[in-house]
Nanobody, 117 residues
Framework: VQLQASGGGLVQAGGSLRLSCAAS????????MGWFRQAPGKEREFVSR????????RYADSVKGRFTISRDNAKNTVYLQMNSLNPEDTAVYYC???????????WGQGTQVTVSS
């Protein structure tokens, strides 16, 4: 599975962005999908996860109520809608795929999100 994350950019605090993660090489419909982020000088951290059917989601406390993960298996794409962004959300965001309850085996290249104050 090849994953391509896109949609990052520069936004002012309080603004919104929608990230996309498009897959090629294999259908995503059997994979749980996750979003992670890594800020400068920090370790990569979990942001959100969605089950392969899209009926179960999970969020880090820091983004709960502001971010929404979704997927369109027909388009082989996963999304992360990010609202009420703040400078602490500045990071490179990565999407990843997990099959059958195992760890995340496939990772995208990352997309930069920068939130100015």
């Amino acid at each position: 599975v090849q994953l391509q994350a896109s949609g990052g950019g520069l936004v002012q605090a309080g603004g919104s962005l929608r990230l996309s993660c498009a897959a090629s090489g294999r259908t995503l419909s059997n994979y749980a999908m996750g979003w992670f982020r890594q800020a400068p000088g920090k370790e990569r951290e979990f942001v959100s996860r969605i089950s392969w059917r899209g009926d179960s989601t999970r969020y880090a406390d820091s983004v709960k109520g502001r971010f929404t993960i979704s997927r369109d298996n027909a388009k082989n794409t996963v999304y992360l809608q990010m609202n009420s962004l703040n400078p602490e959300d500045t990071a490179v965001y990565y999407c990843a795929a997990s099959y059958g309850g195992s760890g995340y085996s496939y990772w995208g290249q990352g997309t930069q999100v920068t939130v100015s104050s």
